[in-house]
Structures are given as structure tokens and as C-alpha cells.
């Protein structure tokens, strides 16, 4: 099997065993509960930057892969208010020079309730065509605050694991489950 086979396929399995093996809304809301706690343990101020949010999408684990042709996938809640009404999934596929495998957590934090409205209602969301997102670099150390962010959508990737760095939510797409 040829090199790009290969990757086609460990691509395509990427995103068939994201539906084989869904999780339950139970194990989202344990793991986002997880990475919520460990962003607001690395990040000074996250707690208080939270706090005047309207609501946080919280992606616990979105794994990429690739060589040459890569995709990415994870599954993640809409937390308003301490509730998690909503489930979503990210996913996006990238073709050029990559190799390896990541995993990470995002937060995508929204604002204001306009914001907040626009990603609701959207059928399908991406990041740089339905709505920009502010990406802040966390490190060991780094403190925000509401103060020093002024979007109405602001995204936090942290937690990486792997052989590949590459910090960007442009172009991944974010799409409504049923759990």
C-alpha cells in the first residue's frame, strides 16, 4: 500500500470510529467537567473570565492526524449557565505539509449573547466563514482576563499531546449532535 493510501485511510478510520464509538452525554459532560478544571488550574484568571461569559463550548479531546492529508475530530457541550443543553462535534480536514498526531482540548468562549445567538442558530459553524475566533496561546504562567480580551468569541487550545503542533481552529466546523 502506497504512502498517501495509507494516510487516506488512517484519515477515513479517524472520522468512521468518531460515529462507531459516539460517546454519551454523560461521558462528555465527566471529561468536559475534566478540562474545564485543568484550564482554570493552568490559566491565572480563567475562573473570573468564565464567570462573565455568556456561554463555553468545551472540546475535552480533539484528536488530528495526518501525513501529508489530515482530519481532525472531537466531541464537546455547550455549557450555558452551568447547564449543558447542547452537544457538539469539531471536525476538518487540512491537506499539506503534516505528520504525526495530536491531541488536545478547546475552549471556545463566547461573550457576548449576540455571539453566543449567532452559533445557536447556525446550521453548521465555522470558524473564519460563520464567525471569528480570538485564539489565545496558553502556557504554564499565563493569565487573562476579560479586560485584555475584547472579541465576543475568544478560543483557548491547551493540554496538547503528540508529535504535532499546529495551533488553529481556522477552518474546523462545528456541528449540533444528539446525545
Known amino acids: 500500500m502506497k ?16 460515529s462507531l464509538f459516539a460517546k454519551t452525554a ?6 468536559a467537567d475534566t478540562a474545564l ?24 479531546s480533539v484528536i488530528k492526524a495526518g501525513i501529508g492529508v489530515g482530519g481532525e475530530y472531537g466531541e464537546g457541550v455547550l455549557r450555558i449557565n452551568g447547564k449543558s443543553p447542547l452537544y457538539y462535534n469539531t ?4 491537506i499539506g505539509f503534516q505528520l504525526g498526531a495530536q491531541a488536545k482540548s478547546i475552549i471556545i468562549v463566547f461573550l457576548t449573547q449576540r455571539a453566543l445567538e449567532d452559533f445557536i442558530n447556525a446550521d453548521g ?17 499565563k493569565d487573562i482576563s476579560s479586560a485584555t480580551v ?30
Open 3 to 18: 504512502a498517501f493510501q495509507k494516510i487516506f485511510v488512517l484519515v477515513a478510520l479517524l472520522f468512521l470510529s468518531s
Open 26 to 31: 454523560q461521558v462528555i459532560n465527566i471529561e
Open 37 to 60: 478544571n485543568n484550564f482554570k488550574k493552568e490559566v491565572g484568571g480563567a475562573q473570573d473570565f468564565l464567570a462573565h461569559s455568556k456561554g463555553v463550548l468545551i472540546f475535552p
Open 91 to 94: 471536525a476538518s480536514a487540512s
Open 125 to 141: 459553524w465555522e470558524v473564519g466563514v460563520d464567525g471569528s475566533v480570538a485564539l489565545i496561546t496558553v502556557g504554564a504562567g
Open 150 to 179: 475584547n472579541q465576543p468569541v475568544v478560543g483557548f487550545i491547551f493540554g496538547s499531546k503528540g508529535l504535532m503542533y499546529n495551533l488553529t481552529l481556522e477552518g474546523s466546523k462545528f456541528s449540533r449532535i444528539n446525545r
